[in-house]
């Protein structure tokens, strides 16, 4: 059959309708595909605030597919395995693991967990093995990545909590260092940028959720906002170890770093003859106020000691070296420490002596808010214009006890100068002002924060 021109010409209209449809199906196709990238990107990326996760990509599953089927089949293992704690504080977090694992299993609401402590002592550690243990994904962020991320701040958060949503197995979010950035809103140090990040993150933890389980490290958790405190279900206090765990932790480096490396297959190390269970107890009393980091670290120098010797030998000599080492290096960082205490006014940190001698039992002192600067300066002058006028300036009771002190420095029956004296006092007055306003603020600020006053602590 002939089919002449004039009957395949189509119509104008015919041909808008068709260029419309194109249009139309150009734009859904478009759409549907960003609609499925934003999917893939939530279920697969990981968030730029996740510095470390169990949970792989696509990407990384090609790369490396020895390791990642090696996790796949990997069974659940002892949450305490490898982390050594007093027996108070074991018994306490294996309860946590064996609640969390069958929260897991039951689909139902996990509890979030706050772990303080000085450093090294086996935080990060055991929220690792607790998220294996219990068979869910874990994701590391850590609270100093927050505040640098300034207006982003906000999506990037949200963005980690979408991608948590998505973990089939649960996901264990733990925030290390999480100071850094849930601090208190009501001072002013905190931008406002970080003030709003840390809105989305209280926004997406308002709910106790059984999809994800929030796991919070600090060594500082008195600077956290309060809204943070209460989010939190179980506080646990990780410690210096005392005497008996520090001699476990010895045993377990000792056998890590040197033993098996002497003993094992490949033999890359030799050990001279001694008694090494002795060695380790006597180890364990040298090491006194000692992390659990420092002591790995500890076995790390051994082995090292080992390796850079003529013979490959380890000595029970080389070994007390290194002890004495790392131990003198533990009093220097402490007399930093302590020395940054004194000038910035604060006991945020343990002081090892006092942490040992109770079993290693660690307390966070809180700020010396009770003796402001400006009144120790100025308790011994005053003591010298009340005894001068005979008249009661009644000062605050702990600028009494200060006075007695001062009255070393400052001797009452000092002669001094009438007019050096007035004008002594006349300073110490101008500068006893500013100290009220900043004792009310300290005050108020405890009582937004996570350190309400005490009952009848004057303010
Ligand atoms: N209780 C412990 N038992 C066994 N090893 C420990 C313990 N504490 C610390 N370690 C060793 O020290 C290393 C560091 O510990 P971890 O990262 O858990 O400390 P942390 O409490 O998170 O410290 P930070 O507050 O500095 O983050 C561990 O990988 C481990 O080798
Ligand atoms: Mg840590």
């Not at 294996?94 to 086996?122: E, F, S």
């Not at 009393?285 to 390796?307: D, F, P």
Request: proline content about 5%.
């Amino acid at each position: 059959m002939l089919i002449c021109d004039c009957c395949v010409t189509v119509s104008p209209h015919r041909q808008v309708a068709g260029l419309t449809l194109l249009a139309v199906g150009v734009y859904s196709a478009r759409s549907a595909t960003a609609v499925a990238g934003r999917y893939i990107e939530a279920r697969l990326g990981k968030p730029s605030l996740v510095r470390e996760t169990s949970r792989f990509t696509v990407a990384e599953a090609i790369k490396h597919p020895v390791k990642m089927t090696k996790r796949l089949r990997s069974k659940p293992q002892d949450a305490l395995e490898g982390v050594v704690l007093s027996p108070s504080l074991e018994e306490r977090v294996r309860d946590i693991a064996i609640a969390t694992r069958n929260t897991r299993q039951n689909n139902g609401l996990y509890r979030n967990i706050l772990m303080y402590g000085p450093p090294g002592t086996g935080k990060t550690l055991f929220a690792k093995k607790l998220a294996v243990h219990s068979g869910m994904d874990y994701a590391i962020m850590t609270g100093g990545d927050v505040a640098p991320m300034g207006r982003d701040g906000v999506t990037a958060m949200h963005k980690v909590f979408d991608w948590a949503g998505t973990s089939r197995r649960g996901l264990l979010l733990f925030v290390d260092e999480a100071d850094a950035f849930l601090r208190k809103r009501s001072t002013e140090k905190i931008s406002e940028d970080l003030r709003a990040t840390l809105n989305a993150f209280l926004y997406r933890t308002g709910e106790q959720s059984s999809k994800f389980m929030l796991v919070l490290a600090s060594n500082q958790p008195e600077q956290f906002d309060w809204a943070i405190n209460d989010r939190i279900d179980e506080i646990v206090n990780f410690a210096l170890p005392g005497p008996d765990e520090r001699e476990r932790l010895v045993r377990l480096y000792f056998d890590k770093y040197v033993l098996e490396p002497a003993t094992g297959g490949r033999q890359r190390m030799k050990l001279a003859q001694f008694d090494y269970g002795q060695k380790c107890s006597d180890i364990a009393k040298r090491t006194e106020g000692m992390s659990g980091r420092e002591i790995s670290k500890l076995g790390v120098a051994w082995q090292a000691a080992a390796y850079s010797s003529e013979d490959g030998v380890l000595t029970e000599a080389m070994i007390d070296a290194r002890v004495d080492d790392a131990f003198k290096q533990h009093l220097q960082k402490m007399d930093w420490l302590h020395g940054d205490e004194v000038t910035h006014g604060t006991t945020l940190t343990p002081h090892p002596a006092g942490a040992t001698a109770s079993g290693g039992k660690m307390g966070f002192n809180l700020p010396l808010s009770q003796a402001p600067e400006a009144q120790e300066v100025i308790a011994p002058v005053l003591e010298v214009k009340m005894k001068q006028e005979g008249e009661s300036l009644s000062p605050p009771s702990n600028i009494n006890n200060q006075s007695a002190e001062g009255k070393s420095a400052t001797p009452a029956g000092q002669d001094c100068e009438d007019a050096a004296k007035a004008e002594a006092a006349t300073e110490a007055k101008s500068l006893a002002k500013p100290a009220a306003p900043t004792d009310g603020k300290m005050a108020k600020e405890d009582k937004t924060g996570s350190s309400p006053p005490k009952d009848g602590t004057p303010v």
